[in-house]
């Protein structure tokens, strides 16, 4: 099911898959429009550790105890929302433990894929490509059309019988507006050039250029001496700052240099945790990584933001 908006894909379909009766695992850095979907359901959610599958389970067991005990019956469902990529840490989601979570507890999963899809996986198909799970053990995968398919809007993918009730109950579906068609031939077309149906190799190429890129930069950035946060794989590179006052200035000292950098502070994310977000793209060559990365070593310098350590030995050279 296609919605006109990716924000509200989340915030608007949630409070038609929960309620009152449901008990909901929230990771606790889930985008704030799965926080303002669940809130808006009006269920029980507890937020476990960030992407710790254990803490989940155990968050799950004691507040399925205690809702039983304080209203003498189950809930009706429960549900655990995660998200593939997260977009302010770069971290990628230990799906296969969170799959075993929701069998062994006979929960639901839902899974926001809205920086994974078509960034991760030998075929591009996201966090379930990545890791080589059955897509059948998510119940509800859901992503957003303006970043791999470069137009706007979201989806929510399911079972026939799901998306045939989110179609009846869905505030977003029922009373958004429609897409136009040039987006609508955007996403078919990204669509067929990610899976191949387009007659070329260019998406398989793209999807093994962003992993290159992304392994590369990553490993680069950590050389010069930044403190950041993800998975080596992970396209969404966060650049830790930690002060408010640095991310802001270390924006403005890039745009001289005619670098554009998200400067991203309190409340997308804590407030002692602010950062710089690199997003990579298959389309960046090495030559204008490695400008970017002679950019940011003398920003870093300048602003004393080198909070990490070389994992690497002296003289290391990384691969492109």
Known sequence: MVCPMGFGTNSMNLPAIANENTLVLSDELNHASLVL??????????????NNAKNCEFKLRNALAEYIHKNGKSPSKILIVVEGIYSMEGTITDLPSFIEVKKRNKAYLF?????????????GRGVVDYWGCNPRDIDVLMGTLTKSFASAGGYIAGSKALIGYLRNNSAVYNYGTAMSPALVGQISEALRIICGEDGTTTGQEKIQRLLRNSRYFRKRIQQLGFLIYGQEDSPVVPIMTFFIS???????????????????????????????????????????????????????????????????????????
């Open 37 to 50: 979907g669940l809130r808006l359901s009006k269920a029980k959610v507890v937020v476990f550790k960030h």
């Open 111 to 123: 899974v926001d894929e809205a920086h994974s899809i078509g960034a991760l996986g030998p075929r």
């Open 246 to 320: 640095k991310v802001v200035a270390t924006g403005r000292e890039a745009l001289k240099y005619n670098l554009g950098l998200i400067a991203v502070g309190f409340p997308a994310t804590a407030i002692t945790k602010a950062r710089a977000r690199v997003c990579l793209s298959a389309d960046h060559t090495k030559e204008q990584l490695d400008q970017v990365l002679n950019i940011l070593d003398i920003i870093g310098d300048k602003m004393n933001i080198k909070y990490g350590k070389n994992p690497f030995p002296d003289g290391y050279i990384v691969e492109y």
